[in-house]
Structure formats: C-alpha cells, structure tokens
C-alpha cells in the first residue's frame, strides 16, 4: 500500500519557536507538495517540488520555506512560528506529470 | 481570491437521499476535475475524477456531472449513506497546477 507519511499527527508549539513538519513519500514520486487547510478556505498550496533540491513557492509561502535533499522527503520549515499558522499541514506528492495527489494523514499544529 | 468555488459549506441528508455538491471554475485551461474524500484524522483521498470531453461519469454511487460551456461541475451522491459522512473537496487542475475548491461537509442522518 503506497503511503506519504507525516510523522508529526499533532504538534503544540510556542510564538517564535523553529517548526519542522516532515512528510516521507515511498513511491519514488517526483512531486511533492505542502497544503495548509483550514475551514472554509479549503487546501491551500504552500510550496511544491518537482524534483530533489528544488522548490516553488505557491500560494501562500509567507513565513515558510522547504528542504527537499532527498526524492522521499519534502519538510516544510516554519523558522519563527506565529499564531496565525495555527492549522493543519497536509503534504501530497504525485508523479511527473500526473494530477492525482496522495496525500498524507496530516499534522495538525498549533500555535500558543 | 479562488479559482475554484464550491457550494455549499455544508450539506445535511437522510440516509438513501441524494446529495449533491456543486463546484465552477474560472480557467479555461482546467483539464482534469476530480473530487476528493476526507474522513475526520485523514487526508483528502481522490473519489473519482473526470476531463472535459466527457459529460459526466460514474463511479458506483458517485457521479460527476460536467457542464464545459458553464464551466461547472457537480458530484451526486446516489443513494447516500451514513459512511459517505465526511468533507469533499472538487479541484481542478492542469498538469502543473491544481486548485481546490473550500470543502463540503457531508452529513448522512440514519
């Protein structure tokens, strides 16, 4: 069975602390991507990859960044949490040039 | 602001009723529009997809109503029951973009 696992299901953490979320895909996919869903605004896309070291931003990249050294991993880096990134993280990856995404269980963080 | 807007936010049916769900989109060079389920403490999983040279396509229960010249997209969910309880996003997409619409939250009543 393929899976994109999120270590982290639930994270509390403090105002200005360095956040890591780590997603691990084990389907030899090339894209992977971090989604930010929160209700009524639905998924909403952080930061994507196509390919190992590289990355775009997506919609809403502000005060994230992402690491992707290896095809498996993608992580999502959030270097000064803040209140308003209190949600739930969702990381997907799919194959070169296909549209469906698998995703992940989810982390759902939140920000004190 | 969304390219992909859905409605409605919420949707409460009894079980055995039909309970539909509509998206439309703005991006003509949207060319796949599936749907997907999420279960409360999982992720979104895709339910059935459908491109725009087809106007509609069934799956079981599920089934995808498409109307290019509109540009909207429904899902209808025949026969519903209380195990289909659970947030469907539509999104639509081209091979290096893809946009969700804001959810719907289904409730099945026994």
């Known amino acids: 069975d393929v899976k994109v696992t999120q270590s982290s299901r639930y994270l509390v953490k403090r105002t200005g602390e360095k956040v890591f979320l780590e997603c691990v895909q084990d389907m030899d996919h090339e894209n992977m991507f971090w989604y930010r869903q929160d209700p009524g605004l639905g998924l909403r896309l952080i930061y994507f990859?196509?390919?190992?070291?590289?990355?775009e931003k997506g919609d809403i990249p502000e005060g994230y960044s992402v690491s992707r050294e290896k095809k498996e991993r993608f992580s999502l880096i959030l270097e000064s949490a803040s209140t308003n990134q209190t949600s739930m993280y969702l990381c997907?990856?799919?194959?070169?040039?296909?549209?469906?995404?698998?995703f992940g269980a989810g982390s759902r963080l939140t920000v004190l | 602001q969304q390219q992909v807007k859905q409605s409605p936010q919420s949707l409460i049916v009894q079980k055995g009723g039909i309970s539909i769900i509509n998206c439309a989109y703005e991006?003509?060079?949207?060319?796949?529009f599936p749907w997907y389920q999420q279960f409360p403490g999982k992720g979104p999983a895709l339910l059935i997809a459908i491109r725009p040279d087809v106007s509609e396509k069934k799956e079981g229960r599920f089934t995808i109503s498409f109307n290019k010249s509109a540009k909207q997209f429904s899902l209808h969910i025949m026969d519903s029951q209380p195990g289909d309880s659970a947030t469907y996003f539509c999104?639509?997409?081209?091979?290096?973009?893809?946009?969700f619409g804001a959810g719907t939250r289904l409730t099945v009543k026994p």
């Open positions: 990859s196509y390919d190992v070291k590289m990355k």
């Open positions: 991006n003509t060079a949207f060319d796949y």
């Open positions: 997907a990856s799919s194959l070169s040039g296909a549209n469906v995404l698998t």
């Open positions: 999104a639509a997409s081209t091979p290096n973009d893809m946009r």
